[in-house]
């Protein structure tokens, strides 16, 4: 396959992804190419591959190998080719708008998803050897394989955090709006430098758009009402299945309410009154455990 329209299957900022192969005997792969073209491009490239060098886990999309040279004209030419993920994007399976072959997800289904990304997540925060902060967090960077399991991916914007010396001396980790529009912690809007809270924030917002099926760029959310505050109040009133995904009704309220309590609590406005993600997987896993304990009993 070559990079023809045909075979691109997604777009970003400083990227295009295409669907290939690396040899007629291999399997399929996803091949991200860089737009070098774009201010910030090369950047991309050089912060994924040094994120994604040292760090392993199930729920991070898997690098097979990274290209850096020139093409067949002479121009300049970078990738990352991934391990392909058959079901897309999480984006694809919450806003299909009924276009597309992909069934709604169940609550169950939803709340693994939440998990798989808060345990991704929690390794880079705690457990990579490093401090890494993704910065952009987003349904679009969902990647779920052949069992929806969930994979995090595009690790363009992310950043490594060293020694608060090390950090003083690099004006750039400060430089510039980090991760995207209505996803990106209100602070970083001020300047304030990348950090686990931050990540923090657009895991809350994610998870409010996939129990409610709205983006937080949505047309209802405006003149200082967010997707956050929306969830908040309607949990403040007790009126959680009035804001949920119609197909998630049929639920225990009190599992919806959990959920949308703990997105609510990752997405305040305060970096300090954020939780952690290793409570969030705690707490997550606790509705998780009542979902199959409801399901056991019907």
């Not at 045909?6 to 295009?16: A, D, P, T, V």
Request: glycine letters at 10%.
């Amino acid at each position: 396959m070559g990079f023809s329209p045909r075979n691109l299957i997604g777009e970003g900022s400083f990227s295009s992804v295409y669907r290939g192969r690396l040899n007629e005997d291999g399997g399929v792969v996803a091949i991200k190419v860089l737009n070098l073209s774009r201010r910030g491009g090369s950047k991309s490239f050089i912060s994924e591959c040094e994120t994604l060098r040292n760090t392993r886990h199930r729920n991070l999309a898997k690098v097979v190998t990274c290209c850096s040279g020139f093409d067949f004209q002479g121009n300049e030419f970078k990738a990352i080719v991934y391990e392909f993920m058959s079901n897309g994007t999480l984006d694809r399976w919450l806003h299909n708008n009924d276009q597309d072959d992909v069934p709604r997800l169940d609550l169950l289904q939803r709340v693994c998803i939440a998990l798989d990304v808060a345990y991704a997540l929690d390794y880079l925060h705690h457990h990579a050897g490093q401090i890494i902060i993704h910065c952009d967090i987003k349904p679009s960077n969902i990647l779920l394989d052949e069992d929806l399991v969930a994979h995090v991916g595009d690790f363009g914007l992310s950043k490594i955090l060293h020694s608060e010396y090390q950090n003083r001396l690099n004006s750039s980790s400060s430089t510039g709006v980090r991760g995207t529009v209505g996803y990106a912690a209100p602070e970083y809007g001020v300047g304030s430098k990348a950090s686990r809270s931050g990540d923090v924030y657009s895991y809350g917002i994610l998870l409010l758009e996939m129990i409610t099926t709205k983006k937080p760029t949505a047309s209802m959310f405006r003149d200082g009402l967010g997707i956050h505050d929306y969830a908040n109040t309607a949990m403040g009133d007790g009126a959680v299945f009035g804001i949920v995904d119609p197909v998630l009704t049929k639920n225990d309220d009190k599992c919806l309410h959990s959920l949308v309590e703990i997105g609510v609590s990752c997405s305040t406005g305060s970096p300090q009154h954020r939780i952690d993600m290793a409570t969030v997987i705690q707490q997550l896993q606790l509705v998780k455990d009542a979902i199959l304990g409801i399901s056991a009993l019907n």
